[in-house]
């Protein structure tokens, strides 16, 4: 990683930790590399959960964890959607809901090579999109574990 990344990604990682430590502060606007580098670009080794819109990581930093949701379908899961349930996320405190830390949207076009079968291959534009939510890492588990695991000892 080039010098002056290093510092951003530095910078952009004091200001999510202090988000986590400051239970006062606002969630944020995160830059993309911060939420992969923090989870080791979306690895399945740091998987903790999948929902009916994404996929849940946690990310380590220098001193606390987050929880990372990045949201599959990004072209279906249009940016109207997105938009709503940040908001939503942003206007909601209470004590027994999990803090909401920040969030990323990031859309990048991108010249990848495309070949059809006895075609030359050829490059064309794609857009990547990357949407994501973060949240204070609850360590306990998923609710519905410990219900299930009750049940059957009833
Ligand atoms: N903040 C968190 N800390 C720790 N684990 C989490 C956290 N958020 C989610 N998880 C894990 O990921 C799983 C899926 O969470 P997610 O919020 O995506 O599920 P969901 O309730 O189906 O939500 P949605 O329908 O909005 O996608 C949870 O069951 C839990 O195991």
């Given at each position: 990683m080039a010098c002056?990344?290093?510092?951003?990604?530095?910078?952009?990682?004091?200001?999510?930790?202090?988000?986590?430590?400051?239970?006062?502060?606002?969630?944020?606007?995160?830059?993309?590399?911060l939420l992969k580098h923090i989870t080791e670009d979306f690895n399945d080794k740091r998987q903790i959960g999948c929902g009916g819109f994404g996929i849940v990581y946690k990310g380590d930093l220098q001193n606390s964890?987050?929880?990372?949701?990045?949201?599959?379908?990004?072209?279906t899961f249009n940016d109207e959607s997105f938009n709503r349930e940040t908001t939503s996320l942003i206007s909601v405190k209470h004590k027994n809901i999990v803090r909401f830390l920040g969030y990323c949207a990031n859309t990048e076009n991108k010249a990848m090579k495309h070949s059809e079968s006895g075609e030359p291959s050829k490059y064309i534009f794609a857009e990547m999109r990357e949407r994501l939510l973060c949240f204070e890492y609850i360590s306990n588990g998923?609710?519905?574990r410990y219900l299930t695991d009750n049940s059957r000892n009833l």
């Amino acid at each position: 990683m080039a010098c002056r990344e290093r510092v951003e990604m530095e910078s952009a990682s004091n200001v999510l930790e202090h988000i986590v430590l400051d239970r006062s502060a606002e969630p944020t606007n995160l830059p993309l590399a911060l939420l992969k580098h923090i989870t080791e670009d979306f690895n399945d080794k740091r998987q903790i959960g999948c929902g009916g819109f994404g996929i849940v990581y946690k990310g380590d930093l220098q001193n606390s964890s987050v929880a990372v949701k990045r949201i599959l379908n990004c072209h279906t899961f249009n940016d109207e959607s997105f938009n709503r349930e940040t908001t939503s996320l942003i206007s909601v405190k209470h004590k027994n809901i999990v803090r909401f830390l920040g969030y990323c949207a990031n859309t990048e076009n991108k010249a990848m090579k495309h070949s059809e079968s006895g075609e030359p291959s050829k490059y064309i534009f794609a857009e990547m999109r990357e949407r994501l939510l973060c949240f204070e890492y609850i360590s306990n588990g998923s609710l519905d574990r410990y219900l299930t695991d009750n049940s059957r000892n009833l």
